[in-house]
């Protein structure tokens, strides 16, 4: 059953807020042009950890760059291995890379920190960089490497729904990088990858 929420007279209404699934907390495949764009401008070497990988929409794309790619989720979602909690987890892992759940973005921060050994890649709202609580507890004390922003907007479908209409929130990748000292870095994606990487 689709969450009626959703439609607006009869539309699809794009997720300017996401709300939870009815499979599970905020189950929103990421569009394989999105992750490209994290791709072709950031090279990621050792393994790579897609650590709430859905249905593998973003780990897809990763396996295509990198040779070791390792993807769990805390449900069931069709790939990769269930039931592990990234929050509860101890391991690390060279690379982190995910679009994490909308509710725990600030405790998969902190957590990616400390389990990705080079870099940590984050999809998020833009407006994740603002807040006065954020600003204390990330910002200043851990700012990401690079900030790369979104020249088009992404729409996010819950699994299997008809894609039509365009997203009314600006996205952002936040770039945790080991190698980089140099403060935070503002960048803005090409425009093009939408159609590029349909
Ligand atoms: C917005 S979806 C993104 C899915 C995938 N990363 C992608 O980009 O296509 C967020 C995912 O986080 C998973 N999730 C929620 N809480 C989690 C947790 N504590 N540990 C691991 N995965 C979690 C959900 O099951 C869901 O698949």
Redesign the pocket.
């Known amino acids: 059953m689709a969450d009626p929420t959703y439609n607006l007279n009869g539309g699809f209404k794009p997720t300017a807020k996401r709300f939870a699934d009815l499979e599970?907390?905020?189950?929103?495949?990421?569009p394989a042009w999105a992750t490209y764009a994290l791709t072709d401008n950031e090279e990621f070497s050792g393994d790579v950890w897609?650590?709430?990988?859905?249905n593998g929409?973003?780990s897809k794309v990763l396996e295509k760059t990198s040779k070791s790619v390792i993807s769990s989720?805390?449900?069931h979602?069709g790939y990769g291995q269930s039931g592990?909690?990234?929050?509860k987890s101890e391991k690390k892992f060279d690379n982190i890379v995910?679009?994490?759940?909308y509710n725990?973005a600030e405790a998969f921060v902190k957590k990616g920190l400390i389990l990705s050994q080079k870099k940590f890649a984050l999809l998020l709202r833009l407006a994740f960089l603002e807040g006065a609580n954020r600003a204390n507890t990330i910002f200043h004390k851990t700012p990401p490497s690079r900030v790369w922003v979104f020249s088009e907007r992404i729409t996010f479908y819950p699994a299997g729904a008809v894609q039509k209409g365009s997203g009314t929130t600006a996205y952002a990748w936040f770039v945790w990088d080991r190698d980089s000292s140099r403060g935070t870095e503002l960048k803005w994606l090409r425009p093009g990858y939408k159609a590029q990487y349909r």
């Open positions: 599970g907390p905020d189950f929103f495949p990421t897609e650590c709430a990988c859905g929409a973003m989720d805390l449900y979602r592990i909690d990234f929050l995910t679009n994490p759940p725990s």
